[in-house]
């Protein structure tokens, strides 16, 4: 199995833990764990952005820390479970949460300055990704607009199975 693949697995499993927040109205014990898995996996998958053609040391920087945010977040979605917790709104000043926050957004903005600049990959895609981090976070800090965080959420995923096909190619 490729990186790709593993990428494009993660993707289908964020969208689904997504569904079953949407459906049960927060988190909850099973999506919680879902998302555990769905992170864990996108956490390994993210390195197929490493030998990518025309990649630069700034764009691998970024793909270390989206990965590290990406097991932090794993983390904390286990911690999540039997919490009560609904919303990122109820960890959002927690460390862990903020770490993996940090990690992934300079991250994301390290990766998608590389989308933008590489000819192998739309650059819509770029946008998605650091529009989308952004407002997962305004999400998690602001309780009116924890809406953002599912929404953007399913963009993100879409967003990165679209370059898993694509790298899966290449």
Not at 18 to 40: H, K, P, Q, Y
Not at 86 to 115: C, K, R
């Amino acid at each position: 199995m490729k990186l790709a693949d593993v990428l494009i697995a993660g993707c289908i499993v964020w969208l689904v833990s997504e569904v079953l927040e949407f459906r049960a109205g927060g988190f909850d014990d099973t999506n919680s764990l879902v998302t555990a898995l769905a992170f864990g996996i996108i956490s390994i998958g993210i390195w197929v952005f490493w030998n990518a053609r025309d990649q630069e040391n700034y764009g691998r920087v970024g793909v270390a820390l989206t990965s590290l945010g990406m097991v932090l977040f794993t983390i904390l979605s286990v911690l999540t479970v039997g919490t009560g917790i609904t919303s990122d709104v109820g960890h959002a000043d927690s460390p862990l949460f903020l770490s993996a926050g940090a990690a992934t957004t300079v991250g994301v903005t390290f990766v998608s300055i590389w989308i933008f600049r590489t000819t192998q990959l739309p650059k819509w895609t770029g946008v998605i990704l650091l529009v989308g981090t952004l407002a997962a976070l305004v999400g998690a800090f602001a309780p009116n607009l924890v809406v953002l965080q599912g929404i953007s959420s399913v963009f993100l995923a879409i967003a990165l199975t679209r370059v898993g096909l694509i790298l899966r190619k290449a």
